[in-house]
């Protein structure tokens, strides 16, 4: 089991910029990747950015060049930098760690940019 705990979201003005912070307990050693993604009210859950236990990042085409993701020294905390925030970047975001048995989610932080 993986219990994931995100931290930082909250209000900001568009071109602004927010720290998400995502701290992994249990079976950390068994994870292969960690990412977020983002909710947006009466939309779909979409990825926002990934990282593989060896450091490899891939990111949605909206967030590329504004937002990146990375990892603690420990291994067990994932980051999203947010810059350059936008409107259409309001939604909940999750943490998600991904294992070889299963796919585990943070309870979400909801990150508001007003225009």
């Known amino acids: 089991q993986v219990r994931l705990v995100e931290s930082g979201g909250g209000l900001v003005q568009a071109g602004g910029s927010l720290r998400l912070s995502c701290a992994a307990s249990?079976?950390?050693?068994?994870?292969?990747?960690m990412g977020w993604y983002r909710q947006a009210p009466g939309k779909q859950r979409e990825l926002v950015a990934t990282?593989?236990?060896?450091?490899?990042?891939n990111y949605a085409d909206s967030v590329k060049g504004r937002f990146t993701i990375s990892r603690g020294n420990a291994k067990n905390t994932v980051y999203l930098q947010m810059n350059s925030l936008k409107p259409e970047d309001t939604a909940v975001y999750y943490c998600?760690?991904?294992?070889?048995?299963?796919?585990?989610w943070g309870q979400g932080t909801q990150v508001t940019v007003s225009s």
């Open positions: 998600n760690a991904v294992t070889i048995a299963d796919r585990y």
């Open positions: 249990g079976s950390i050693f068994s994870i292969n990747h």
């Open positions: 990282i593989t236990s060896g450091g490899t990042t």
